[in-house]
T-cell receptor, first 111, second 116 residues
Framework: EDQVTQSPEALRLQEGESSSLNCSYTVSGLRGLFWYRQDPGKGPEFLFTLYSAGEEKEKERLKATLTKKESFLHITAPKPEDSATYLCAVQAAGGYNKLIFGAGTRLAVHP | GAVVSQHPSWVICKSGTSVKIECRSLDFQATTMFWYRQFPKQSLMLMATSNEGSKATYEQGVEKDKFLINHASLTLSTLTVTSAHPEDSSFYIC????????????FGPGTRLTVT
């Protein structure tokens, strides 16, 4: 069964304190792994797509990496505005474009 | 680019009535649209997938007669919650993929439904 597990559930950081979020997955043929950011009461905002092991993508203070079993979202020198829930999702080849979401990591960055 | 809108952003309805939620892709043609619901502090749960001009495909456990989905054009999909009950109160979010061949789903801002 295709599955996505994110850790930690919640993370509290001080402003400037870098850290990483983990997304472990099992899928029968990975078409893509997606990272989204969701603010309270809003829809998810697309961040990155990773397609193959070894791939990396960067955007401002965020960097996403992918191996055959997991993905990391590295946050460098976070700011309070980075506080949000970060969602990881996988799409299986032949899965009719369905996304399988993890439960998310709630990140709080304090000044 | 890749903007998806939803209307209304929030709605309150009485038990037993029906409510329609619209999802529009504003700057691209959406070959496939998806409907999710999300309970507080939980992740997104896929309800159904719809392709323009075709019947929607519902996930296991989702009542197709209760949650009617119409994908009438490449830019519009609607979700109608029929005979709503308080347990249908939730955050409903749509997403869309375009015709570019890429697989990213772009999400709308969500609709908060409260059934009294």
């Amino acid at each position: 069964e295709d599955q996505v597990t994110q850790s930690p559930e919640a993370l509290r950081l001080q402003e400037g304190e870098s850290s990483s979020l983990n997304c472990s997955y099992t899928v029968s043929g990975l078409r893509g792994l997606f990272w989204y950011r969701q603010d309270p009461g809003k829809g998810p905002e697309f961040l990155f797509t990773l397609y193959s092991a070894g791939e990396e993508k960067e955007k401002e203070r965020l960097k996403a990496t992918l191996t055959k079993k997991e993905s990391f979202l590295h946050i460098t020198a976070p700011k309070p505005e980075d506080s949000a829930t970060y969602l990881c999702a996988v799409q299986a080849a032949g899965g009719y474009n369905k996304l399988i979401f993890g439960a998310g990591t709630r990140l709080a960055v304090h000044p | 680019g890749a903007v998806v809108s939803q209307h209304p952003s929030w709605v309150i309805c009485k038990s037993g009535t029906s409510v329609k939620i619209e999802c529009r892709s504003l700057d691209f043609q959406a070959t496939t649209m998806f409907w999710y619901r999300q309970f507080p502090k939980q992740s997104l749960m896929l309800m159904a997938t719809s392709n323009e001009g075709s019947k929607a495909t519902y996930e296991q456990g989702v009542e197709k007669d209760k949650f009617l989905i119409n994908h009438a054009s490449l830019t519009l999909s609607t979700l109608t919650v029929t005979s709503a009950h308080p347990e249908d109160s939730s955050f409903y979010i749509c997403s869309a993929t375009g015709t570019s061949g890429r697989y990213e789903q772009y999400f709308g801002p969500g609709t908060r439904l409260t059934v009294t």
